[in-house]
């Protein structure tokens, strides 16, 4: 994969504390981050998909059971 660099400014103590659990748990600093980011993505990502989700129409359960009832399914 392509890597390109990023440059960004935080917090000061943000980056303390990540340099402190990098070095305490042998973890390379862009690796942390770049999992970080990774992570907030998908989670980003998973929200979406929430959203959607709730907007869907839905059937009663007892609908749902009888379909596979009827289907020897259950």
């Not at 990098?22 to 690796?31: A, E, F, Q, Y």
Request: aromatic share 2%.
């Amino acid at each position: 994969m392509k890597q390109v660099q990023l440059a960004t400014r935080i917090d000061s103590r943000i980056k303390a504390a990540i340099e402190k659990i990098c070095t305490s748990r042998g973890l390379k600093m862009n690796r942390f981050i770049e999992d970080a980011l990774l992570d907030k993505l998908e989670e980003m990502e998973d929200i979406e998909d929430i959203n959607k989700i709730r907007s869907e129409p839905t059937r009663p359960l007892a609908h749902i059971l009888d379909d596979l009832k009827r289907d020897g399914l259950l």
